[in-house]
């Protein structure tokens, strides 16, 4: 079984420009989750689908980030504009249902110069 | 809201020493918990999930016990390996929401 796919690995951008991360989750789940990864800590949720529709998106900085998943399988985060802040590593899981074990990505590592 | 800490932030210990790491929450209605390994510039890798009606959970030389009254969790390592060198992570779930992570553990098995 093929797990979850992220791309790309590593991005650097310079503050102020826009970024997209990529998720692929294992096939037939039905829950995606989008983390964030400072240095140092242990990851946070910024949103959380079901199929197409969001269950929760309240940790998310909705005036700068944005994400969705067409037709309920691959889903894309973006940044636009990103600040120095936002320099993380950025996880992707899934799971059959939301009460079911998580699955993570390699994550994608962002540094923001 | 749900806390998680974990203790120690860090660990150093020789081969073959037998370790214990500790989580404990502040919310005693969790639906599960994880434990996962998280190796440098890696993903996350599920080690033991414990659901809120169980007390522990087995898998090969690790061993974790959860006491959901007192908000406590530990992950036992036996025999502990250089290759369990890694950063260990504690996670509550609560029904109908996602993971809530502690910090972490940082492991070091010197050989």
């Known amino acids: 079984e093929a797990g979850v796919a992220q791309s790309p690995r590593y991005k650097i951008i310079e503050k102020r420009q826009s970024v997209a991360f990529w998720c692929n989750p294992i096939?037939?789940?039905?829950?995606l989750y989008w983390y964030q990864q400072i240095l140092g800590q242990g990851p946070k949720l910024l949103i959380q689908?079901?199929?197409?529709?969001?269950?929760?998106d309240s940790q998310l900085p909705k005036d700068r980030f944005s994400a969705e998943r067409l037709k309920g399988v691959d889903s894309t985060l973006k940044i636009q504009p990103a600040k120095l802040e936002d320099s993380a590593v950025y996880l992707c899981?899934?799971?059959?249902?939301?009460?079911?074990?998580?699955?993570f990505g390699p994550g994608t590592r962002l540094t923001v110069t | 809201k749900q806390e998680v800490t974990q203790i120690p932030a860090a660990l150093s210990v020789p081969e073959g020493e037998n370790l214990v790491l500790n989580c404990s929450f502040t919310?005693?209605?969790?639906?599960?918990l994880q434990w996962f390994r998280q190796d440098p510039g890696k993903g996350l890798t599920s080690l033991l999930l414990i659901q809120s009606s169980q007390r522990e959970q087995t898998s090969g030389r690790l061993n974790a016990s959860l006491d959901k009254s007192s908000g406590r969790s530990t992950l036992y390592i036996a025999a502990s390996q250089p290759g369990d060198s890694a950063t260990y992570l504690c996670?509550?779930?609560?029904?109908?929401?996602?993971?809530?992570f502690g910090k972490g553990t940082s492991l070091l098995v010197t050989p």
């Open positions: 096939s037939g789940h039905a829950t």
């Open positions: 899981a899934s799971s059959f249902l939301a009460q079911y074990e998580q699955y």
């Open positions: 996670a509550v779930r609560q029904t109908g929401y996602a993971l809530n």
């Open positions: 689908f079901q199929n197409n529709g969001v269950v929760d």
């Open positions: 919310d005693s209605a969790i639906y599960n």
